[in-house]
């Protein structure tokens, strides 16, 4: 099914930018400080008891090289021993806690961007792709929580170690300190050649994977179609390119990182060489002690560990922080886009109102053509209207816009005295409900697929509902009667029963005004006969707007209007039409003729 979009040129879901990014996590982190507070004295006190060990080894040095008694490496023995059990419990302490505000971060996120995709309005779905947004509520998530549960912790706790061993350093001799401080330069510019790069390879690359999604998802729901027309090929290729896409990226990635991590070895280099030399220089001065040197010379080398766990885990944290970008983007959408918000319970005693379209202009993103142009219509209250007119007319387009999916170019669609522009699309929902071919049945008892339209109905107002539909008998045969598990993984439904229980659940919604879109069309003729008799009951005493698929619909509403190229160009009840002898007259024999053929 077509629907109305917004006029927005925007394809895909927002990308929030890496301060963003930043500012949402430092919001959430101060929403409960004492996690983060008590992971960060964790995490320092595991890297200070780390390093103790190095300047207990100086220690040794200079007692050897002064000759002190032998016993003292006993004592500086035990204290190693204790150094290193403390250090390696602080440091799983550390990891665990690093571990738990990324699980709590994460878990919001979440649950925020399911919350976020759930509200938007369906046109913008349909605008991006269902394989954008699966993209980022599957595949960025599960990135994300990869790097919480490894890159990050890794990287943080290493990075504190950095700090306290390059502070060790200074503490020794501040000429060491800078020795050492010398490689910073060259790890910078690494890093500055590196991270502008990458990051937009991680983005593209994940845009990549979305387009993959999009195309496998496309070939899956219409399998049918694919098979029918034998376009097995075609999709396969579709997707080949696409993966291989993925693939030549996720190797540019890799090119990228390797040389990155010589640019790093080569800072290890300059830094090492340097504080060799300058401690030679000082020890032969007289100015610094072997063991001070030694201990400055394996502290940095001690560097070498963490930052190697910071390169290889780096990847993984890019990864991780292009995810982020886009999850929280989704979470922003609403900055550029009217989220869905709950919408105001409807009175089921309330008279059925009018529907007034005035010069309705519709085009589609980057069309050059206009769907509809200056469309005017009445639909009084309680009546019926049927749109006809062949593919491509624009009826679905119409039907949209007065459900209140989409944006209008020009004019305005008004329900009683409510124009749509003013509401989102909950607002619309209360106001209009919806029917189109593509109905859903969830998985799940068949009692709560039915009362997602109305929550509150008890087992007596569900069965109504399927009496007025024509579904009573055979949901009463059903195994567990309203109990029973329908959808995937329960009791498989043919498409006339997929479509009484959605008219159903347009019964239990009680709004005033109805649009049906081709909600027959998928039927077989019998099924479509039944449904059509069960879509009129369902409409009786509310205002309906029918996209008619078959002109025996058209025929039972109380007026016709005909749509061609975008324009109303007749309308009338049906026996005016044929009276006049004109488009639809000639759609009407048209379709009596072929009814007599078949």
Sequence with gaps: MSTAVSSAPVTILRTATGREALRWVRDHCRTAPLLPVATVLATVAGAVLQVVPVFLLGTVVDGFVEKRPATMLWSVGIATVVAALGGAVMTAVSTYLVGRVGADMLARLREGAVRA???????????????????????????????????????????????????????????????????????????????????????????????????????????????????????????????????????????????????????????????????????????????????????????????????????????????????????SESDGDKLVRSAAAVDVNAAPLPVS?????????????????????????????????????????????????????????????????????????ALVSILTQEAHVFAGPLAEDLRLAAPEASDEDLM?????????????????????????????????????????????GRSPVVVLDESTAEAGSQGAAQLEKAALAACRGRTTLLVAHRLTQAVAADRIAVLDAGQVVEQGTHDELVARDGRYARLWAAWRLGSTNT
Excluded at 487 to 500: H, I, M, P, S, Y
Aim: glycine share 12%.
């Design 117 to 331: 995709v759930l509200g938007m309005p369906s046109a913008r779905i349909e605008q991006v792709g269902r394989g954008d947004v699966l993209s980022r509520v599957g595949d960025d998530v599960a990135v994300i929580s990869k790097g919480f549960r490894t890159a990050i912790p890794t990287i943080f706790s290493a990075a504190v170690l950095v700090v306290i061993a390059t502070a060790g350093m200074f503490g020794l001799d501040w000429r060491l300190g800078i020795a050492g401080a010398m490689a910073l330069p060259a790890y910078w510019w690494a890093l500055r050649w590196y991270l502008p790069r990458s990051q937009p390879l991680y983005r593209a690359r994940s845009e990549a994977q979305a387009d993959r999604a999009q195309a496998l998802i496309s070939g899956l729901d219409g399998i049918d179609t694919v098979r029918a027309y034998r376009l097995e090929g075609v999709f396969r290729d579709r997707v080949t390119a696409e993966s291989w896409r993925v693939r030549n990226i996720g190797i540019e990635v890799f090119r990228f990182f390797g040389r990155f991590i010589g640019r790093e070895n080569r800072a290890e280099f300059i830094g090492l060489g340097l504080i060799i030399v300058v401690g030679y220089l000082l020890v032969t001065g007289g100015q610094s002690s072997l063991g001070q040197v030694s201990v400055a010379a394996l502290l940095f080398h001690r560097l070498f560990n963490p930052l190697g766990l910071i390169m290889a885990f780096f990847d993984e944290a890019q990864k991780s922080g292009a995810g982020l970008t886009r999850l929280v983007g989704v979470l």
């Design 357 to 429: 379209v005035r010069g309705l202009s519709f085009q589609y993103p980057e069309s050059d053509h206009l769907v509809l142009q200056d469309v005017d219509l009445e639909i009084p209250a309680g009546t019926s209207l049927a749109l006809v007119g062949a593919t491509g007319a624009g009826k679905t387009t119409l039907a949209a816009l007065v459900a209140g999916t989409g944006t209008p170019l020009t004019g305005s669609v008004h329900i009683g005295d409510t124009d749509l522009a003013d509401v989102d699309e909950a607002g619309a929902r």
């Design 464 to 508: 109504d509902a399927l009496r007025t539909v024509g579904a009573a008998g055979w949901v009463e045969a059903l195994p567990d009667g309203l109990r029973t598990d329908v959808g995937e993984g329960g009791e498989r439904l043919d498409v006339t029963k997929v479509a009484q229980i959605a008219l159903a659940r347009l019964v239990l």
